[in-house]
């Protein structure tokens, strides 16, 4: 069955995009171990307590991330056919997290109904073809500014998780916010981990050498284990103390077996914030998520199919219908699961690295998402460092596309700046998408070539201005 022309093979359309069973299975591997921090760090970013109290449980959460996690990138690999892995999405669920301990009144089923919500628009946008006309709309130059802005943003993730480069503490006298290592200097084992893996998997690429950053997280998290057996390094923060040499957050070690807790799945209240905030309050904060996850996906989707060579000379994507209808199921799931939206992960692009091209990769990172909802131990093996250098050299892969925006037109290379800058500067796909699509109407307004700019760019564009003056609006309608 596992073999060029069988079933299997015409279904994921594998030989058809220049692949094979084993890369794919390779690939599946990869986004799977990019990713599955996710597991760990979601409960810790929700694990304040809501006005009433409240909270949403540690194990709960983690359980939950991995199921939706599972279900959601196995239907995109069998239904939609791409090699995108879903989970979790750090910017919405930092958002819903703040907004939570922020809003008096507000609970975490009234946040993550509001989350339901936004993806409940979401699926109408996509069923109207609204989102697909945005994304067509888009001039090829920002789309190739976009993959180079992901690649940018790939790599600073894999090195500020590793502790590569840290924030520098907010201290008088401090001129930079980030640094090398800590205190200037590249200390601790783990960083040791991230430099021996980086080194391999560049010389494993160079020599195409198959399978090349699989091998590369398979021989980190084999020294990281070793190491931490040997030398119990612990982990950066233990909920205590502060061990700046410590693994970033996943220290690898074994833990026991433990039944998943499900009990968070449908607590979600999708009305309770209007309730709560009243209508305009509670509609302003639903309008930030939809827009965050409405261009994140789309900037990532463009990314990594583009990285994958799936996406033709048109810009068009297979299926796209198909991605952004999981994309936005992803939210109105996530949110109705209490684990906030889930979205297309960037990291997806370390299985691409290692060759995946079709679905079937999505599919064996879904399976491999359930299988850790009862193994937590999987995940617990694979330190932030042992990942990191995938993510960097697929990083660099993305933004070698650079030398394909047109520099000359400065309407197109401005935009393309600021949004390929700002990604990984701001730590958000979406911000940096914003910053492009004003940038972009408003320079080829200054040209006297507004009519070259499609009628749903001046939408976008309008809708962005919003956005990143939600704050200004909020104090003049007395929002707090």
Excluded: C
């Amino acid at each position: 069955m596992l073999k060029q022309g069988s079933a299997l093979d015409r279904y994921f359309k594998i030989s058809e995009r220049g692949s094979n069973f084993s890369r794919e299975i390779r690939g599946g591997f990869a986004t799977f171990f990019a990713m599955s921090y996710i597991v760990v760090l979601n409960p810790l970013i929700l694990a304040g307590k809501d006005s009433s109290g409240q909270v949403l449980g540690f194990t709960a959460v983690a359980a939950v991330t991995a199921l939706v996690a599972g279900v959601l990138t196995i239907l995109m690999g069998a239904w939609a056919k791409h090699p995108f892995a879903l989970a979790t999405g750090l910017g919405v669920n930092a958002f819903v997290a703040v907004t939570v301990s922020t809003h008096p009144g507000l609970t975490w089923p009234d946040m993550m109904g509001l989350v339901v919500l936004s993806g409940v628009t979401m699926l109408i946008l996509v069923l109207t073809g609204f989102r697909t006309a945005v994304f067509k709309a888009v001039p090829e130059g920002l789309k190739t500014a976009i993959v180079v802005g992901i690649g940018l943003f790939i790599a600073l993730i894999g090195l500020v998780n590793a502790g590569f480069v840290r924030r520098i503490p907010d201290v008088a006298g401090t001129t930079v916010p980030v640094g090398l290592g800590f205190d200037g200097k590249l200390m601790g084992w783990p960083t040791l981990v991230f430099v021996f893996g980086l080194i391999l998997t560049i010389a494993l690429v160079v020599r195409k050498v198959k399978g090349a950053i699989l091998i590369g997280i398979i021989a980190s998290t084999v020294l990281s284990v070793i190491l931490e057996f040997t030398l119990h390094i612990g982990p950066s923060f233990d909920g205590k103390t502060t061990n700046p040499q410590g693994w970033s957050l996943v220290a690898p070690k074994f833990t026991a077996w433990t039944a998943p807790d499900l009990s968070l799945i449908g607590k979600a209240n999708p009305f309770g914030a209007f309730e709560h905030l009243g209508f305009v309050a509670a509609a302003l904060l639903a309008f930030v998520i939809l827009l965050s996850i409405f261009f994140d996906a789309m900037g990532t989707m463009v990314g990594l199919a583009t990285e994958a060579g799936t996406i033709d000379k048109d810009g068009n994507i297979p299926n796209v219908d198909r991605v952004l209808q999981i994309d936005a199921l992803g939210a109105i799931v996530g949110g109705g699961a209490s684990v906030s939206s889930n979205q297309i992960y960037v990291e997806s692009g370390a299985g691409i690295g290692e060759g995946a091209r079709t679905g079937l990769a999505s599919v064996v990172t879904g399976l491999l998402f359930l299988v850790a909802m009862f193994f937590t131990p999987l995940i617990n093996l694979v330190p932030f460092e042992a990942v990191a250098p995938a993510l960097v050299v697929v990083g660099f892969m993305m933004v070698s596309q650079v030398g394909r925006i047109d520099w000359s037109d400065w309407g197109i290379a401005i935009p393309a700046f600021l949004t390929f800058t700002l990604m990984p500067f701001t730590y958000s796909i979406a911000n940096g998408l914003g910053a492009g699509f004003i940038a972009f109407v408003l320079i080829r307004t200054f040209q006297g070539r507004a009519r070259e700019i499609h009628p749903l760019m001046w939408t976008v564009a309008a809708a962005f201005l919003i956005f990143f003056g939600i704050g200004p609006i909020e104090q003049m309608l007395g929002i707090n």
